[in-house]
């Protein structure tokens, strides 16, 4: 059997809506994430897809006049799937919980935890939040409100199946006291230990107010709670209970368990506390690690679209591209932590480090080599000290990347990418090439900018795909092989960039901004 995949996962977002741009910022995250492991030389698989059923789908579906499978294709086909493609998201999977792969493998699931004795009947009566799908607790309410939503919880009673969740409450405790890298940043294990500490109820699974959902096998006048149901697509899509022999079973082995869970740290609970519960009472591994990245906040208020606050990504892309996009969102907030979009930051971010200090790097080299060389990269040379910060800043950002340090890795790229704008500086090539003499000197000067270029390229592919691939071929690389396939470890051998390469003249990387209008 090959070695285990390297196994990320997005949440499945919810279809009530169309997606904004907190949709993006984790999906985006999951790609880069995924990128980098690939670029290591590992097998990936890389998961995302959208939740269906519940509640709130099908009361988008009846204001919308469709039934909801009407609505879920419609929302699927014309703005989820579009949108990934549009952000260079290279998901190997796209799931969806209406699909029989999942219904089927969720019944299983359901049956098996009843045959065990985890599921009994039950009345319950409590408030509920329709936006979370969820009952609540009084500290999750404010002036009787979802701290969430902002929107009033209805009380509701209801005779339906539970799982006994609380059971599992000092597992989980030690479990995440003895793998603290299970849950993750710091802050969000903290609050899943204090919340299993306070003394966990057990959870109802099904509902019986409404239709929309998988029914319960043994009980067909319900249907499976929408998170029970949705947090099982993590493992229903690689395979879960198919025959070991069998391609589900193998993709099974190969997969799991999940290596992270990428969440928004509004549905932390439900991740880190019901999902590897009912996990544990199926006798299945454990995620390797949930991780739970902050809010994009506007106005100081998490993005939203019933408070006016949500944006589209086309709104920032159609102005700053695609790759600025996945660029910023990493670069300019902590990956754990809250971080407010801001127009001017990101307008600042890209003039300053995207157009000046890598976009213009790029174009000055290729200007000097077609200037003084033909257009072709001249002998192999190296410079000690470049070589040398190619070697740490390597080191430094493929530990930060994959600790989900986005900031920090990417931080460390740019800051090579400053001293090789300097080196350019302080050698002055435009000076040196006016001595014919100097005409060595001068080509080192340009191999060991270009060699550095070589690996910018390579180190940023991962965090803006279409941009370095643009440089690659400008760069004359191509020889190398794709971009994509070089490998991490390979990366700060000195010297790959080959002598004789001809390099041409593309369009500007980052072009001013009132030039994009």
Same mark, same amino acid.
């Given at each position: 059997m090959s070695e285990k995949d390297f196994y990320l996962t997005t949440p499945i977002y919810y279809v009530n809506d169309a997606p904004h741009i907190g949709h993006a910022y984790t999906t985006v995250a999951g790609d880069v994430l995924t990128r980098w492991h690939r670029q290591r030389g590992e097998g990936v698989?890389? =998961?995302?897809?959208t939740d269906e059923h519940g509640e709130k789908v099908m009361n988008a579906a009846k204001s919308n006049n469709v039934s909801p499978q009407e609505w879920c294709d419609r929302l699927v086909e014309n703005a989820w799937k579009p949108l990934w493609k549009s952000l260079n998201i290279a998901n190997d999977d796209f799931i969806r919980t209406t699909e029989e792969r999942h219904e089927v493998r969720v019944q299983a699931f359901l049956q098996l935890l009843k045959d065990k004795g985890y599921?009994? =009947? %039950?009345?319950?009566?409590?408030?509920?939040?329709?936006g979370c799908e969820e009952f609540k607790l009084p500290g999750d309410l404010e002036d009787n409100k979802c701290k969430i939503h902002g929107r009033p919880v209805e009380m509701l009673s209801e005779e339906n199946w539970f799982f006994k969740l609380s059971e599992f409450a000092p597992k989980l405790i030690e479990h995440y006291k003895k793998n603290p890298s299970a849950c993750e940043p710091e802050s969000a294990r903290n609050e899943v230990i204090s919340f299993l500490e306070s003394g966990v109820k057990d959870l109802s699974i099904s509902r019986s107010t409404f239709d929309w959902g998988i029914k319960v096998p043994w009980d067909t006048k319900q249907v499976v709670y929408v998170?029970? %149901?949705a947090l099982l697509n993590y493992a229903t899509a690689v395979g879960w209970g198919d025959e070991a022999?069998?391609?589900?079973?193998k +993709?099974? #082995?190969?997969?799991?368990?999940?290596? #992270?869970?990428l969440v928004g740290k509004d549905i932390l609970r439900f991740h880190a506390v019901i999902w590897p519960a009912m996990l544990m009472a199926a006798g299945a591994p454990v995620p390797g690690k949930v991780f739970a990245h902050g809010w994009l906040l506007v106005g100081g208020e998490k993005m939203s679209k019933s408070k006016l606050t949500g944006i589209a990504p086309s709104q920032i892309t159609d102005y700053f591209g695609v790759d600025a996009f996945r660029y910023y969102f990493l670069r300019a907030i902590p990956f754990g932590s809250d971080g407010s979009f801001s127009w001017e930051d990101m307008q600042a971010r890209y003039t300053s480090e995207l157009a000046n200090d890598f976009g213009n790097l790029a174009s000055r080299l290729i200007a000097m080599v077609e200037k003084y060389c033909d257009g072709v990269i001249p002998a192999v040379a190296n410079d000690s000290e470049l070589s040398y910060l190619l070697n740490e800043t390597v080191v430094a950002a493929d530990k930060s990347m994959v600790a989900l340090d986005f900031q920090g890795g990417i931080t460390s790229i740019m800051e090579f990418c400053k001293r090789v704008n300097g080196y350019v500086t302080e050698k002055e090539p435009w000076s040196i090439a006016k001595d014919p003499e100097r005409n060595s000197e001068l080509n080192s000067v340009l191999y060991n900018t270009a060699e550095s270029i070589r690996a910018l390229a390579v180190l940023l592919h991962p965090v803006m795909p279409e941009t370095t691939? +643009?440089?690659?071929?400008? =760069? /004359?690389?191509?020889?190398?092989?794709?971009?994509?396939?070089? +490998?991490?470890s390979e990366l700060s051998k000195w010297g790959? =960039?080959?002598?004789?390469?001809? #390099?041409? +003249? /593309?369009? #500007?990387l980052f072009p001013r901004l009132e030039e994009t209008k």
């Open positions: 698989w890389f =998961l995302t897809g599921i009994y =009947l %039950d009345k319950y009566e409590g408030p509920y939040c329709i998170w029970f %149901d022999t069998s391609a589900g079973g +993709k099974y #082995v190969k997969s799991w368990p999940a290596d #992270v869970h691939e +643009k440089l690659w071929d400008s =760069l /004359g690389a191509t020889s190398l092989g794709p971009i994509g396939k070089q +490998k991490i790959q =960039l080959p002598s004789g390469s001809r #390099v041409t +003249k /593309g369009a #500007v």
